[in-house]
T-cell receptor
Framework: EAGVTQFPSHSVIEKGQTVTLRCDPI?????LYWYRRVMGKEIKFLLH????????ESGMPNNRFLAERTGGTYSTLKVQPAELEDSGVYFC?????????????FGSGTRLTVV | KQEVTQIPAALSVPEGENLVLNCSFT??????LQWFRQDPGKGLTSLLL?????REQTSGRLNASLDKSSGRSTLYIAASQPGDSATYLC????????????FGQGTILTVHP
């Protein structure tokens, strides 16, 4: 089966611009998660979708970040306007619905650099 | 709030050595614990998943143990190879929030020939 796909793999934008990251989960996985790792820190949770609904968005840093999951399929994460501290690697992961005992499958990540 | 700590932060060993990576967590009410590997510029590859009711899992040269009551897990790598060089991440799922993983900062492993 195809894995979790993220694009772009890299993005360099100027401070104040807008960037949209996309994640395509494994087909049939209702749970979709966004995480990010900023320089020197551990990977941290951003939010969790179950199908198209936001289950937990407690990790979203501020209202410059907007995540959507149209039709319960792919998800986008928009940063508007981007700030320097938003630089890092953004990971997407998916897992089966109700499968608390199952692990996650992660995508390769999007490396975002804000200059 | 769940916190995960990994020790050591970095480890360099000669090829062929057996080694142990450590992970500790503060909230023992977890659903499972997962060990990942990350190669430079790549995503996270799941190595082993241990359910909260299990004590260990094995895959090839890798063995992970879980002591939930003491909040500890270890990843044992037997007969290390240069291809094992990567960052190893421990993550726990559960605690007070359903679904999300809490990660440690990782152990950077270098196996030299």
């Amino acid at each position: 089966e195809a894995g979790v796909t993220q694009f772009p793999s890299h993005s360099v934008i100027e401070k104040g611009q807008t960037v949209t990251l996309r994640c395509d989960p494994i087909s049939g996985h209702d749970n979709l998660y966004w995480y990010r790792r900023v320089m020197g820190k551990e990977i941290k949770f951003l939010l969790h979708f179950v199908k198209e609904s936001k289950q937990d968005e407690s990790g979203m840093p501020n209202n410059r970040f907007l995540a959507e999951r149209t039709g319960g399929t792919y998800s986008t994460l928009k940063v508007q306007p981007a700030e320097l501290e938003d630089s890092g690697v953004y990971f997407c992961a998916s897992s089966q619905q109700g499968a608390v005992g199952y692990g996650y499958t992660f995508g390769s990540g999007t490396r975002l650099t804000v200059v | 709030k769940q916190e995960v700590t990994q020790i050591p932060a970095a480890l360099s060993v000669p090829e062929g050595e057996n080694l142990v990576l450590n992970c500790s967590f503060t909230d023992s009410a977890i659903y499972n614990l997962q060990w990942f590997r990350q190669d430079p510029g790549k995503g996270l590859t799941s190595l082993l998943l241990i359910q909260s009711s299990q004590r260990e899992q094995t895959s090839g040269r890798l063995n992970a143990s879980l002591d939930k009551s003491s909040g500890r897990s270890t990843l044992y790598i037997a007969a290390s190879q240069p291809g094992d060089s990567a960052t190893y991440l421990c993550a726990v799922r559960g605690g007070t929030s359903y679904g999300k993983l809490t990660f440690g900062q990782g152990t950077i492993l270098t196996v030299h020939p």
